[in-house]
């Protein structure tokens, strides 16, 4: 993988160029550069290979026939986890960003917050790390936390639900 300054070099090369486009691939690491408008947009992903199926696809039939067992026991459970969310006065702190959730600022530190705690709206809730730039993620409101919806380490997506915060 590249490193940020070999990056930020590129950009300066293909910006002082009259290259519109430029596509890199090294090492499983794929750069592609576009100008539009006097800018330079850099979109840098790592290249997933596919594993190979192990299992054959399942006929339509027994498929069909698997959901109609299951759906008995799944409302049960998502009726249970939705509670909280049907509450009208709840506050969902979502990700900003795709990255790694961490819910305190070291792993020797407790954590910024617990379930049944007080917030503030400047309160730090928790860090999000992307590309090892560590993210503090602010209440938004004041309230307290009613649920955690996600786990120390776990990877997030843009728009994810972090929290339930009972808005005051």
Do not use: W
């Not at 617990?114 to 993210?135: S, Y």
């Not at 307290?144 to 380490?153: A, N, T, Y």
């Amino acid at each position: 993988m590249l490193k940020v300054q070999e990056i930020r070099e590129i950009i300066k090369l293909i910006d002082s160029s009259s290259i519109q486009e430029f596509n890199f691939e090294q090492d499983g690491t794929k750069i592609k550069m576009k100008k539009a408008a006097n800018e330079v947009s850099v979109v840098q992903q790592p290249i997933i290979q596919a594993a190979p199926v192990e299992n054959p696809v399942v006929p339509a039939q027994p498929a069909q026939a698997q959901p109609k067992e299951a759906a008995p026991s799944q409302p049960a459970a998502p009726a249970n986890e939705a509670s909280p969310a049907q509450d009208e006065n709840l506050h969902k702190i979502i990700s900003p960003m795709v990255g790694t959730f961490y819910s305190s600022p070291s792993p020797e530190e407790a954590p910024y917050v617990q379930k049944g705690m007080k917030v503030t709206e400047e309160g730090v809730v928790c860090i999000v790390e992307a590309m090892k730039l560590f993210n503090e993620i602010t209440a938004e409101v004041n309230g307290e936390i009613v649920e955690i919806l996600v786990k120390d380490g776990q990877l997030v997506e843009y728009g994810q639900p972090l929290f339930l915060v009972k808005a005051e």
